[in-house]
């Protein structure tokens, strides 16, 4: 449907399918497509001087064209048109006594046109269709607050990075369209314009947009490049394609929140061939652990469950529930590198090149060589982003021992530690599903091999296992405990392992991306 431009045409007459006794409404009334609300939406004139209206947003309706001059109108009631529905149309009171939130049915004639928009039209988008109401709303909400937004504005090594990564390439970003993927505060969109972009699109769908344009409006120099557009990225349309996207799309994990995805679908949306993408990789790292006091604090939570007599009633009944419940808590906190036990696995995720569907599920082998006899509590993971400017490569790390960032480290512990000895083999898988509360399911699987002459010929000794849901984890924000002189020898040679040599997406062809020192520092100039 051509969103861009009015249509008016008549409605002959409108029948309510599923209302008892079915009513009849006719015409002629009038009625037109337009685009003025941001989304493009069908309106039903109810009064000639058009002072009462009824308006279908298209992004939760559906039109099917059942013949040259009859289509069937598929939307859901709202408290909208249940107010409107009082003012004259019974058949709108009617289906909105059926249910507020139900399904409404209509048949629209039209005379003298057939329906601007074609067979088919449905522009509820991806995210819809695949995240919870609830979800997004509470998400909306929460990144809508300007106190959210001064705690990630405040997170130096996150919006630092960005700063530099983006000024250091300035030749990327010189003359050339930007489209800022949920733009928040607004704060990469400036950014950007510094940097020389000839236009910026900030396109942020919670109510923070509205921030977004006061705060760039204070910045008139800048403000005359950046244009605010509320709304999702799946449904918003722009005038011009991108050179350049930009985002900050990480959630806890890397994928938390599950904003990459809509980070790729602007990609394929907006993005010129060949363009941009800031940030161009994540990488998920990976390493078993081994932090006594944190199984045992994990632990000790179920103990209140062990009551015998908590103002007389029996609570052990539900104590091997509560143990697990807390055991699928993966702990959010800031962690001492000392503890990881094994050179660390990694999970790369190349946003240049990803499918969306290639995010719904996240299947990494898991395989390490102990490099002490301990006991292994469970997974430690964090992640890192490359921006592969063509002057600058720059990373951000959220890895244990660099500076503390607003992601901080995740862990995932086993109810059922393993024990392994100096030298033996470790492994096991992670196991990702995304689900439509934003996030994603993880499940675990650690295993200990045989060890020692004849291991080769062996199997399986020990395996735990866990699922975890990372939309739930414990935010622990603990201090970091006292470890041995033994753990602290290790620890620069465990980190180091994470630096794998990728594939260079520069355009002149080098050999490898440059790497971050350790990868346990980032530099910000």
Same mark, same amino acid.
């Given at each position: 449907?051509?969103?861009?431009?009015?249509?008016?045409?008549?409605?002959?007459? $409108?029948?309510? =399918?599923?209302?008892? @006794?079915?009513?009849? $409404?006719?015409?002629?009334?009038?009625?037109?497509?337009?685009? *003025?609300?941001?989304?493009?939406?069908?309106?039903?004139?109810? /009064?000639?001087? *058009?002072?009462?209206?009824?308006?279908?947003?298209?992004?939760?309706?559906?039109?099917?064209?059942?013949?040259?001059?009859?289509?069937?109108?598929?939307?859901?009631?709202?408290?909208?048109?249940?107010?409107?529905?009082?003012?004259?149309?019974?058949?709108? =009171?009617?289906?909105?006594?059926? *249910?507020?939130?139900?399904?409404?049915?209509?048949?629209?004639?039209?005379?003298?046109?057939?329906?601007?928009?074609?067979?088919?039209?449905? +522009?509820?988008?991806?995210?819809?269709?695949?995240?919870?109401?609830?979800?997004?709303?509470?998400?909306?909400? !929460?990144?809508?607050?300007?106190?959210?937004?001064?705690?990630?504005?405040?997170?130096?090594?996150?919006?630092?990075?960005?700063?530099?990564?983006?000024?250091?390439?300035?030749?990327?970003?010189?003359?050339?369209?930007?489209?800022?993927?949920?733009?928040?505060?607004?704060?990469?969109?400036?950014?950007?314009?510094?940097?020389?972009?000839?236009?910026?699109?900030?396109?942020?769908? +919670? /109510?923070?947009?509205?921030?977004?344009?006061?705060?760039?409006?204070?910045?008139?120099?800048?403000?005359?490049?950046?244009?605010?557009?509320?709304?999702?990225?799946?449904?918003?349309?722009? #005038?011009?394609?991108?050179?350049?996207?930009?985002?900050?799309?990480? %959630?806890?994990?890397?994928?938390?929140?599950?904003?990459?995805?809509? !980070?790729?679908?602007?990609?394929?949306?907006?993005?010129?061939?060949?363009?941009?993408?800031?940030?161009?990789?994540?990488?998920?790292?990976?390493? @078993?652990?081994?932090?006594?006091?944190?199984?045992?604090?994990?632990?000790?939570?179920?103990?209140? &469950?062990?009551?015998?007599?908590?103002?007389?009633?029996?609570?052990?009944?539900?104590?091997?529930?509560?143990?697990?419940?807390?055991?699928?808590?993966?702990?959010?906190?800031?962690?001492?590198?000392?503890?990881?036990?094994?050179?660390?696995?990694?999970?790369?995720?190349?946003?240049?090149?990803?499918?969306?569907?290639?995010? !719904?599920?996240?299947?990494?082998?898991?395989?390490?060589?102990?490099?002490? %006899?301990?006991?292994?509590?469970?997974?430690?993971? &964090?992640?890192?982003?490359?921006?592969?400017?063509?002057?600058?490569?720059?990373?951000?790390?959220?890895?244990?021992?660099? @500076?503390?960032?607003? &992601?901080?480290?995740?862990?995932?512990?086993?109810?059922?530690?393993?024990?392994?000895?100096?030298?033996?083999?470790?492994?096991?898988?992670?196991?990702?599903?995304?689900?439509?509360?934003?996030?994603?399911?993880?499940?675990?699987?650690? +295993?200990?091999?045989? &060890?020692? @002459? *004849?291991?080769?010929?062996?199997?399986?000794?020990?395996?735990?296992?866990?699922?975890?849901?990372?939309?739930?984890?414990?935010?622990?924000?603990?201090? #970091?405990?006292?470890?041995?002189?033994?753990?602290?020898?290790?620890?620069?040679?465990?980190?180091?392992?994470?630096?794998?040599?990728?594939?260079?997406?520069?355009?002149?062809?080098?050999?490898?991306?440059?790497? #971050? #020192?350790?990868?346990?520092? $980032?530099?910000?100039?």
């Amino acid at each position: 449907m051509d969103t861009t431009n009015t249509h008016n045409f008549t409605v002959a007459s $409108v029948n309510l =399918l599923a209302s008892t @006794p079915p009513t009849h $409404v006719s015409g002629p009334l009038s009625a037109i497509f337009r685009s *003025g609300s941001g989304f493009p939406e069908l309106q039903f004139f109810l /009064e000639p001087d *058009g002072q009462h209206s009824l308006n279908f947003h298209l992004h939760t309706t559906q039109l099917f064209r059942l013949g040259e001059s009859q289509s069937l109108c598929v939307s859901e009631a709202s408290e909208t048109i249940k107010e409107v529905g009082q003012l004259q149309w019974d058949y709108i =009171l009617i289906a909105a006594n059926a *249910g507020t939130k139900g399904t409404c049915l209509f048949i629209v004639s039209f005379t003298g046109s057939t329906l601007p928009n074609g067979t088919v039209s449905s +522009s509820k988008s991806k995210f819809d269709d695949k995240i919870e109401s609830s979800s997004a709303k509470m998400y909306f909400h !929460y990144y809508g607050q300007l106190l959210h937004q001064q705690n990630m504005m405040q997170d130096y090594v996150r919006t630092g990075s960005y700063y530099a990564a983006v000024m250091e390439n300035q030749a990327d970003f010189a003359g050339r369209v930007v489209v800022d993927v949920g733009a928040g505060s607004g704060i990469l969109s400036l950014f950007a314009a510094q940097a020389g972009a000839k236009h910026v699109y900030a396109v942020e769908a +919670s /109510e923070m947009a509205g921030y977004a344009q006061k705060l760039i409006a204070g910045n008139p120099s800048l403000a005359q490049r950046i244009t605010v557009i509320k709304g999702k990225v799946e449904e918003v349309e722009l #005038p011009e394609k991108a050179d350049i996207l930009i985002s900050e799309p990480m %959630g806890t994990l890397l994928v938390n929140e599950r904003m990459l995805e809509s !980070y790729v679908i602007a990609r394929d949306r907006f993005l010129v061939p060949n363009g941009k993408m800031f940030p161009t990789v994540g990488r998920i790292h990976m390493a @078993p652990f081994s932090d006594e006091h944190l199984y045992v604090e994990v632990a000790n939570k179920a103990l209140f &469950w062990q009551q015998q007599n908590y103002y007389g009633v029996d609570l052990t009944s539900l104590h091997g529930t509560a143990f697990q419940g807390y055991f699928s808590q993966p702990v959010v906190d800031a962690f001492d590198p000392r503890l990881l036990v094994a050179p660390a696995v990694s999970h790369v995720i190349n946003f240049t090149t990803i499918k969306e569907e290639d995010l !719904y599920e996240i299947d990494t082998p898991l395989k390490f060589t102990a490099s002490v %006899g301990t006991r292994i509590h469970g997974l430690a993971c &964090w992640f890192d982003v490359l921006f592969n400017g063509s002057t600058v490569q720059r990373w951000l790390t959220t890895a244990p021992g660099a @500076p503390t960032t607003h &992601w901080y480290q995740l862990w995932c512990v086993l109810s059922q530690p393993i024990y392994v000895m100096p030298g033996q083999e470790i492994t096991g898988r992670l196991h990702m599903i995304a689900h439509s509360a934003q996030s994603y399911t993880i499940n675990l699987t650690m +295993s200990a091999k045989m &060890w020692g @002459p *004849g291991a080769e010929q062996g199997g399986i000794l020990q395996t735990a296992s866990g699922r975890f849901d990372l939309k739930e984890p414990y935010y622990r924000m603990s201090q #970091p405990q006292a470890y041995s002189v033994s753990q602290d020898q290790q620890s620069n040679q465990l980190l180091q392992s994470q630096d794998l040599q990728l594939p260079s997406l520069d355009e002149d062809g080098s050999d490898f991306i440059e790497q #971050p #020192p350790n990868d346990s520092t $980032v530099q910000i100039r």
